[in-house]
């Protein structure tokens, strides 16, 4: 299974970052997988932000709640997160990451918040 994020680089305060994950060599809706998405803001440590699962129920961190909606594309076969009201805090490397027990990550993608 191979993920693939996608998405703007820079994105300006205030606004939403949207990014999309592209799932292949699998299914997105296979019984019990759980799909992610995990940031690294620049020297920090990695930050679950939320998953959605195979069923489609989500759970998002309870510091980010406020602000996240991730959802899937099953004909697509992709989820995508959206994060609202984004300030320069948000700036991470943003990764997708699925199946069982985090078992595929997708490469990355830097997402910069800034004016």
């Known amino acids: 299974v191979q993920l693939q994020e996608s998405g703007p680089g820079l994105v300006k305060p205030s606004q939403t970052l949207s990014l999309t994950c592209t799932v292949s060599?699998?299914?997105?809706?296979?019984?019990?997988?759980?799909w992610s998405w995990i940031r690294q803001p620049p020297g920090k440590g990695l930050e679950r932000i939320g998953y959605?699962?195979?069923?489609?129920?989500?759970y998002y961190s309870p510091s980010l709640n406020s602000r996240t909606s991730i959802s899937t594309d099953t004909s697509k076969n992709q989820f995508t997160l959206q994060l609202s009201s984004v300030t320069p805090e948000d700036t991470a490397v943003y990764y997708c990451?699925?199946?069982?027990?985090?078992?595929?990550w997708g490469q990355g993608t830097q997402v910069t918040v800034s004016s």
């Open positions: 060599g699998g299914s997105i809706t296979t019984n019990y997988y759980s």
């Open positions: 959605i699962t195979y069923s489609g129920s989500t």
């Open positions: 990451v699925g199946g069982l027990s985090f078992a595929y």
